[in-house]
């Protein structure tokens, strides 16, 4: 009896061994699947101090593993090793690099980043970025590190919606920037409604990855540029190599003037290195465009220079060169007028399909129906068109009726397959001339014209009256007469 019950014992001994090992195989197992990845607590770690001194300050990381078991990731590492200007400390040890680090299932790692600049260093750059690389079960996964070496005025979210981008209210009230200090913006810096942001000559902006500066309805931009120390809007990224880069990494947004927003005007800027340049939507309640546009080159865009839609916009004097789909987009309807502009797309860091400049009167909606609004008009005088592409107009009319599709070309060089007989539609115009443009290779975008431009002399006097200076401030004024486009050609002299 007695040998039953210590047999029974055993038994039981035995089986309790058996889920004790089993619970403590289970609970040791890894996950080593190539789909797992760890959470952060941030995909940017931002360093936004501004530095007076030698200056150090540190940021917390978390990163977090979310499976069901634990697993071991193989190497964190800095991605500038021992020269980067951060260091990090992984659960109490300082380093560059470590390995083999398990993390328990539903727990989490520390990881304190540390930045150390000097402001007052002469080739300090603006920007001092690196990354955290992390590599979990063949996964490669990093965490941006971005800190600014010079004192500027830093404009972050505020606001997180659900369906909408992080965003802070740069104009609750009339609001001036001055250049005292570049202007840095990330998410979303919105111009409240009913109020004005003026932004003075020689101003700069800076924009992080598809950050936009955006001008809600009944609001209004100013930017108030000259030739000498226009205003400049370009990404975050300043190292040389993205100085003139059209496609860089997470590029910035846009300049958006939203649906409703009222008398805005640029004047002398610099738009350069973003996704969209410009996007103007619907007329708001003023008589006045939308937008006025002058003396302004935008270049560089992933997407489009000018995207409008059902808007009103004047623009003179004002370059788009070297964007990926459209150097401008007029689409669903409005009234546009282009005098002195000139449009040269030589975009080569993919394959362009699309026409550089597209005039459109209709949209489709969710359930493809058409609707159609109309182009009232759409004006271009001394302008030019052209571009890398055979094709670089494409007039997209759903009705052949013109009551809804206006048009005119007067005195403009066009590179285009559609004809151009008709003068009520296109008036002393060049037809697929080479308007010989002084550079339009990636990094000069110069689109000034040569001695032997077939555009010397070609446009319209009465349109010139209205705009005598051109962009770099040489006068149109002349015997023979203006040339087409944004420039006026001056001999060199020697």
């Known amino acids: 009896m007695l040998q039953k019950y210590y047999k029974n014992i ?49 940021n917390r990381l978390m990163v977090y593993n979310n499976s069901s078991h634990k697993i071991k990731i193989s190497n964190v590492y800095l991605s500038g090793g021992t020269s980067s200007n951060f260091s990090i400390n992984i659960n109490g040890t300082p380093c560059t690099s470590l390995d083999d680090i398990e993390v328990e299932s539903k727990d989490s790692l520390f990881i304190f980043v540390k930045v150390t600049v000097d402001p007052n260093h002469q080739n300090l750059p603006f920007v001092i970025s690196d990354s955290i690389i992390f590599e979990t079960n063949g996964n490669i996964q990093k965490v941006q590190l971005v800190a600014w070496g010079q004192n500027a005025h830093f404009i972050s979210p505020k606001y997180f919606p659900r369906n909408f981008p992080a965003y802070s209210i740069v104009s609750n009230s009339d609001t001036t920037w001055t250049d005292n200090l570049p202007h ?58 993205y100085s ?80 990926g789909i459209y150097a401008v987009m007029l689409a669903i309807g409005g009234a546009y007028d282009f005098r002195h502009c000139t449009i040269g797309n030589s975009w080569s860091e993919s394959i362009r399909q699309t026409p550089s400049l597209v005039l459109n009167n209709y949209y489709k909606d969710i359930n493809e129906n058409y609707h159609v609004r109309a182009l009232e008009s759409a004006y271009f005088g001394n302008c030019i068109v052209y571009g890398s592409n055979a094709n670089e107009l494409f007039l997209d009319s759903y009705f ?14 066009i590179k285009t397959n559609i004809p151009t007989s008709n003068p009520d539609y296109f008036s002393e115009c060049i037809k697929n001339s080479d308007p010989l443009f002084n550079d339009v290779s990636v990094g000069k975008n110069d689109l000034s014209i040569k001695e ?29 007469g203006p040339d087409l486009g944004a420039y006026e050609y001056v001999p060199e002299t020697k």
């Open 244 to 323: 003139e880069d059209p496609a860089p990494s997470e590029q910035w947004g846009k300049i958006w003037l939203s649906s409703g927003s009222i008398n805005n005007e640029i004047n002398y800027a610099i738009i350069k290195n973003g996704q969209v340049g410009i996007q103007a939507d619907t007329i708001g309640n003023s008589t006045n465009p939308t937008l006025i546009l002058t003396n302004t080159i935008i270049k560089n865009m992933s997407v489009a220079g000018l995207y409008a839609q059902g808007s009103t916009v004047l623009a003179e004097n004002s370059i788009f060169s070297n964007c």
């Open 452 to 480: 032997n431009s077939p555009v010397i002399d070609k446009g319209k006097v009465s349109i010139s009256t209205l705009i005598p200076i051109d962009i770099k401030g040489n006068s149109r004024i002349s015997d023979l």
């Open 184 to 241: 840095v913006i990330y998410g979303y810096a919105v111009v409240d409604s009913s109020f004005t942001l003026t932004i003075k000559e020689g101003t700069k902006i800076y924009l992080h990855g598809n950050a936009a500066l955006m001008v809600y309805k009944d609001g209004t931009l100013k930017v108030e540029g000259t030739k000498e120390k226009p205003v400049v809007f370009q990404g975050d990224r300043l190292e040389y190599w």
């Open 400 to 413: 052949e009726n013109m009551q809804y599709f206006n048009y005119k070309f007067e005195n403009c060089l």
């Open 10 to 58: 055993f038994k039981v001994f035995i089986l309790c061994f058996i889920v004790s090992s089993y619970m403590s195989c289970k609970k040791d197992k890894f996950d080593t699947s190539p789909s797992t990845k760890l959470g952060f607590s941030a995909d940017t770690i931002l360093f936004d101090t501004v530095f007076t001194t030698i200056g150090s300050t540190t």
